[in-house]
């Protein structure tokens, strides 16, 4: 009986000692997780602040429109 009582007290001690390093590699993941979360947050947040006024959409814009208008005019004439 006694054998059998201190057979379950080490498996207790085993099994709070698992319960601990899973706890321990758990929290571990979740911080590395995280953190590289934060910093992809953080990346993608500097991307928006960059300034985005692009002047080569809008030259072609403009001269696909003159273009257009050049064109209506030589054909309504």
Known sequence: MDSLRLA???LQDSFLA??????????A??????GRYQDL???YVAELRKPR???GGSIGMIAAAGAGFIVARAIHE
């Open 8 to 10: 379950i007290a080490a």
């Open 18 to 27: 698992l319960e601990a390093v899973n706890a321990h590699a758990y929290h």
């Open 29 to 34: 993941g979740y911080q590395a997780a995280l």
């Open 41 to 43: 947050s953080d990346r």
């Open 53 to 55: 006024i692009g002047l």
